[in-house]
């Protein structure tokens, strides 16, 4: 027997205080005279007797209760030692094929080392033992092999991109061992070279597995580790037609690295930087590519980041990145209201977003809305009105005309709206919400949009309110609102009504925003959140932007505007890092590729033409060595062998080489608390 | 009970205090349970006439037959009022002891030694109180006035249960010393050896004395109803003994039994009169025992 929880043993020494109180308790009794003791007198030596033995038996019980106690917070097990006959030999092999055991030297790659010493311990191994391996990288396991199977498995076992899995492992191999290998005699090997993020992922184990025996071999070079590698890239920006990388390249091994840099795309690539690195060193490096005048369209742009030969591992040396390279536009932004100095404060507002935008050139224009006419609808692609007026309700068909052919309409409202053309507006599918009965209360505007994924507002203008902290701005009324049935409401106030309505109209949008009966709207252009505001109201921002992953991420492409008016597709082929073409369906408005196989592009078949670039994940050809010590450590403290392995409550449960006490222990608890009562009254007869 | 049986109450008689009143209550109270005049054709019966001599008391002449006959007769009684009675009460320490703080063995055996002496001296006989430990401590003549009542009361009254009981052999020196039979009434609890007693009493039956022994016992005596860890401490002998008595009254039931089988066995056998009593229990029956067994003796 042994107890995982040892220390709790020491509460057994509390069975002094029964002790204690027994040698000195007196026992408590009345004095009475008396006459006839001669007929007592047998009685009472029998009596006495029993009282010594009562007392004697009631400690016994209570220092038994203490120890049994004290023995179940110790978690005892019972260990049964199982005939030979009945218990067979299984090999658990964790082999680690990332990317880092591609590394080569002048002996040979860490791999071909990995395979040597596998395949040695496999023949070292009875001929009837069984085999279950498991490739780190690849994530799967091979199970139920015999000797001559798992050779040949480990024979064909290839390096793949990515990171070593060890926690799939640990738990697999608690799975299978307690689910198949109850009685068998359970033997570990795992192959690695331990770099920092395996060796991390072992370190944070949180459940030990329970084997019989575990042997480990850290793959590693005698001599100093030659390696760099491009550890991540990021865009600058466009300037006069030249895209400007930061690309961070770090010496992972101990010699000295002198390497020249380039990146380069279909049409060009940038001149080489020479990279000179001492031993672990990062250093950053700024690339400039030339990629031509920005057109009207936006494309998704590959470059592709190179670093000369030179090390032991040239899987690491390139570095994959999609550049997003929004289109230049014109936007035409049309001002309307009843008064100028209501639209002054609006007016301003885009003024200043017209000044910080880089790809788009935004013009505004400002009319009385009666005013309004035919032609500056043509004139415009966005049309933004501070309120509803008849003369509004007499264009609503040249108004619904201009959305459908992809205009914007953003509507204001205050007091002054006219309830008739509203209706004919609504009518004409133009407005996304008939405002009704006015609400005179202060209210506040939510922090974060009611919906968040819609399509046709800006996001990070989204993102950029909320830290303008427009729930704070006091908005002294606003109105009931009828939403129409096709539209969405994707802003509230805080105490329930909507605040943004938004509907789209064919290839165009129509906004309402529940602003206020009187100065609201004032109050919302006056604030820090004006900008942002008009932002998000104006759809998306073409910024530049770049689409990275790792090698272990789900791909998401962002599918905007421009992408999907094009094809209407709900789902795209795609070309994956291994060349194969796989299936990546639209979910709102993102592309989901299921699995990036390996590290390169991940491109889609036909147009819109879109990039994701798949690279190895930071530090996952980290060469650093694992010290002997903390390893052997570590490995002690995941694979428990012997009477001191923990074991967890689910594997207590299940193994019956171990079998766990504690519940007769709490059994006999139960009823020497039941017993004890019982027998101190029995004896006092 | 009945209003007349409240007086033969031992808590009622010991609230009394004064023994006179005490031995009063419990004989009339008992009588008056009996019949309406307990005092009447006892004393002096009737049985023939002789003629007078010279020097024969005046008072007996039958006068109705001088004057029918002019000869002087003297009527002739059945003397029945001669006896002697001895009251032995034993007071020793173990006489002292009372369950529950109610009347004690002591009291209960005064109380009867006052009734039992009412009752004698009202009938004329002779009484005698003998207290007695480990020997006589106190013995009191046997005399046939009322008056002599009052000493015995006294005795009775000042009397304090003190000392050991050495029974037999107080009965072997009271068996010594009384020269003329009669009633030996032994008021004791029999804490001695029962062969020694035995003895003691045998050697009263064979000097012709009627024995009647008045075994008083507490209830707590008889029963042992006692709960929980108790440290007994003998009244006489100061030993201490601890003991839970819910363990023992079993076995210590069966022998007090067999104790008062045998002591009501021998006494049987002997031609004694054994009264148990209870001190929980009215005076009555002791008072039944005795008449019953005045009766026989006349």
Known sequence: ?685 | MAHSRKYLDPVFLSKLGNMDLVARCAVEGFFAGLHPSPFHGFSVEYSDHREYHAGDELKFVDWKVFGRSDKLYIKQFQQETNTTAYILLDSSKSMSFASDGKVSKMDYGSYLAAALSYLMLSQSDSTALILFAEKVTKHIPPRSKRTHLNIILTALQYNRPAGQTNLAGVLHTIAETTKRRGIVILISDLLDDEADIFQGLAHLKFLKHDVIVFHTMDHQELNLDYEGLIQFEDLETKVKMRAFPQSLREGYRQRVAEFLDDIEKTTGNSGIDYCLLDTSEPLDRALVAYLSKRKRMM
Request: hydrophobic share 40%.
């Open chain 1, 1 to 685: 027997m042994s107890f995982t929880e040892w220390i709790f043993l020491l509460g057994g020494l509390a069975v002094v205080g029964p002790l204690i109180a027994h040698l000195l308790a007196k026992p408590r009794y009345r004095r009475l005279p008396f006459t006839m003791l001669r007929f007592l007198h047998s009685g009472q030596i029998e009596s006495h007797s029993r009282r010594k033995l009562r007392d004697l038996l009631i400690l016994l019980l209570r220092c038994a209760i203490i120890v049994l106690i004290a023995m179940l917070f110790a978690r005892p097990l019972l260990h049964i030692r199982l005939k030979p006959s009945e218990s067979r030999s299984v090999y658990y092999l964790g082999l680690d094929n990332s990317t880092s055991m591609a590394y080569s030297e002048r002996s040979g790659s860490y791999f071909d080392k990995l395979k040597d010493s596998a395949v040695d311990y496999i023949r070292s191994a009875e001929n009837n033992a069984l085999f279950n391996i498991y490739a780190f990288a690849s994530e799967n396991w091979m199970q139920g092999l015999s000797k001559e199977q798992a050779l040949a498995e480990v024979k064909g076992l290839e390096t793949e991109p990515g990171n070593a899995n060890v926690g799939d492992f640990l738990s697999g191999l608690n799975r299978i061992s307690q689910a198949e290998h109850k009685n068998d005699e359970v033997s570990v090997l795992v192959l690695s070279d331990f770099t920092p993020n395996t060796f991390r992922q072992f370190v944070n184990v949180a459940e030990p597995a329970a084997v019989d025996k575990i042997d480990y071999e850290p793959i590693v070079s005698s001599q100093p580790v030659s390696n760099a590698a491009i550890a991540d890239a990021h865009v600058v920006g466009v300037v006069e037609g030249k895209l400007t990388i930061n690309a961070a390249v770090v010496n992972y091994g101990q010699v000295e690295q002198n390497r020249r840099l380039m990146a380069r795309t279909e049409a060009s690539q940038s001149d080489p930087i020479d990279v000179s690195l001492s031993g672990n060193q990062r250093k950053n490096y700024l690339l400039k590519i030339d990629i031509g005048a920005i057109g009207r369209q936006p494309s998704i742009l590959p470059v592709e980041l190179n670093l000369s030969d030179g090390d032991g591992l040239s899987a690491d040396d390139t570095f994959y990145l999609a550049v997003f390279i929004p289109g230049h536009e014109d936007v035409n932004i049309l001002i309307t209201g009843d008064s100028e100095h209501r639209l002054f404060l609006l007016k301003t507002a885009l003024d200043t977003l017209s000044r910080t935008n880089s790809y788009d050139t935004l013009r505004i224009k400002q009319v009385l809305v009666d005013d309004l006419s035919p032609s500056d609808l043509d004139w415009a692609n966005v049309v933004v009105s501070s309120t509803i007026t008849d003369h509004l309700g007499n264009m609503a068909s040249e108004i619904e005309s201009f959305i459908k052919a992809g205009g914007r309409f953003v509507c204001f409202v205050t007091e002054a709206i006219a309830p008739e053309a509203a209706k004919q507006l609504l009518q004409r599918d133009v407005l996304a919400a008939l405002p009704g009965r006015c609400i005179r209360e202060r209210t506040y505007i939510q922090s974060k949009p009611y919906n968040s994924k819609i399509s046709g507002v800006d996001h990070i203008a989204e993102r950029s309110l909320s830290n303008y902290r427009i729930d704070k701005i006091l908005i002294k009324g606003c109105f009931e609102c009828q939403q129409h049935p096709d539209a969405r409401l994707i802003w509230e106030f805080q105490d329930g009504p909507g605040f943004i309505y938004l509907k789209h109209l064919d290839s165009g949008t129509s906004i309402l925003v529940n602003t206020s009966v009187d100065d609201s709207l004032g109050s919302l252009t006056k604030s820090s959140a004006s900008v942002a505001l008009c932002r998000y109201l104006l759809g998306e921002n073409h910024q530049i932007d770049e689409y990275c992953f790792t090698c272990d991420e789900r791909i998401s492409l962002p599918i905007s505007d421009w992408s999907r008016a094009d094809t209407g597709q709900k789902e795209f082929w795609v070309e994956t890092c291994d060349g194969r073409n796989r299936r990546a369906s639209v979910a709102e408005s993102f592309l989901l590729v299921p699995e990036p196989a390996g590290i390169g592009w991940v491109k889609t078949i036909g147009k819109p033409t879109l990039y994701a670039g798949v690279n190895l994940p930071q530090g996952e050809t980290d060469m650093t060595k694992p010290s002997a010590s903390e390893l052997a450590g570590i490995m002690d403290r995941v694979f428990k062998t012997g009477s001191e392995r923990i074991v967890s409550e689910a594997e207590v449960l299940h193994d019956k080489k171990r079998r766990p006490l504690w519940k007769m222990f709490a059994w006999m608890i139960i009823l020497l608390l039941l017993a004890e009562p019982s027998v101190a009254n029995r004896l006092k007869r």
